[in-house]
């Protein structure tokens, strides 16, 4: 019998990206693993940007090779300017174009307020919100460049931005994170707006609780588990491919007049659970 993982997998249409070339940053664990490996089955070339731990980012290559379309492992700091002009510019000599950028890098460096030191707040800002900045503002130059292809798409490109719930819940202990992750609502719905009229569709996923490595003590015991789902009224915690369904169809031209959207995949996270019953 397949797993619950399997099935909405397989229900996607497998051609769906055929012929499209995608950059998924982070791709190398969690939720950037799984969406370049959903991207490469819908029939997307995909280049998996990691920072560190190239053996990761070489596995999930191998499978999306697998699919019988072309993947690549680039290494780039997405913080940094130099890195992802150069990371964008090679995808563009070696697979000569991008198609959709997929701006999922991000990461968390918790503390109390107080005890939060600038070094953590800039840190989270700078990989989470300046690295979106930097990742959608290279793709946008190649989409602007190439404009529209009706045989691959009807528009001239797309950017996913990675958000997360606490775009719109406040996190208490976590404001670097939850700082950046507003900053990214705002700057999505801004450039979908700009460009628009150029074709370019901008829109962003808000995952909820997914299992992986970012917050694996909110999981792994017991005791966080069952804290941790009274947060969802569906009942159970994300899996990253829930995230990579949502990103594929987002990417695809079945979206095609979706623009400015944050498509929540979480459960029912930002529902008010705790107003089920109280209020
Ligand atoms: C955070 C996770 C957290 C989830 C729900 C995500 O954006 O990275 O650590 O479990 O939001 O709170």
Not at 84 to 110: L, S, Y
Not at 112 to 141: H, P, S, Y
């Amino acid at each position: 019998m397949n797993s619950t993982v399997d099935a909405p997998r397989s229900a996607l249409p497998a051609q769906l990206l055929k012929g499209q070339k995608a950059l998924v940053t982070g791709a190398n664990s969690g939720i950037g693993m799984a969406t370049a490996i959903g991207l490469g089955r819908a029939g997307a070339d995909v280049v998996v940007n990691y920072v560190a731990d190239p053996d990761a980012a070489g596995k999930v290559v191998e499978e999306i090779s697998s699919f019988g379309v072309r993947a690549a492992a680039y290494q780039a700091d997405v913080s940094q300017e130099d890195q992802v002009t150069a990371m964008v510019g090679r995808m563009v000599e070696e697979f000569g174009t991008i198609d959709i950028m997929v701006a999922n890098a991000g990461m968390q460096r918790d503390a109390r307020f107080t005890e939060m030191t600038l070094g953590q707040w800039q840190k989270v800002i700078d990989v989470n919100l300046t690295g979106q900045f930097l990742c959608a503002r290279e793709a946008t130059k190649e989409f602007r460049r190439r404009g529209v292809v009706p045989a691959v798409s009807r528009s001239a490109g797309k950017i996913i931005c990675m958000s997360s719930v606490h775009q719109l819940i406040p996190w208490a202990g976590h404001v670097n994170y939850a700082a950046s992750k507003g900053g990214v609502l705002m700057m999505m719905e801004t450039l979908a707006q700009e460009l628009a009229p150029e074709k370019i569709r901008v829109n962003a996923v808000a995952p909820g609780a997914i299992k992986t490595p970012i917050n694996r003590s909110a999981w792994e015991t017991p005791e966080a588990r069952k804290d941790l789902l009274t947060l969802i009224p569906y009942d159970r915690i994300g899996d990253p491919e829930d995230i990579a369904n949502a990103v594929v169809l987002l990417a695809s031209d079945l979206m095609d007049y979706v623009i400015g959207t944050t498509l929540y995949v979480d459960g029912g996270m930002t529902l008010f659970p705790g107003f089920a019953t109280g209020g």
